[in-house]
């Protein structure tokens, strides 16, 4: 299992991907940038291990 996180401007090509995420923004923000994002899955990822153990 991997995670790739895309650049802000052009991301990851669909010929690249195996499976896309979304990350809610509530509060009217537009977009994060690749290290906010990152940071964001890697925390839910680690959450989810946490209380799976």
Request: net charge negative; charged share 20%; with cysteine.
């Amino acid at each position: 299992c991997g995670l790739v996180i895309g650049n802000e401007a052009e991301g990851i090509r669909d010929d690249q991907l195996g499976q896309a995420v979304s990350i809610p923004m509530p509060g009217g923000a537009e977009s994060l940038n690749a290290a906010q994002a990152a940071t964001v899955l890697l925390v839910e990822a680690v959450r989810r291990k946490l209380t799976n153990d």
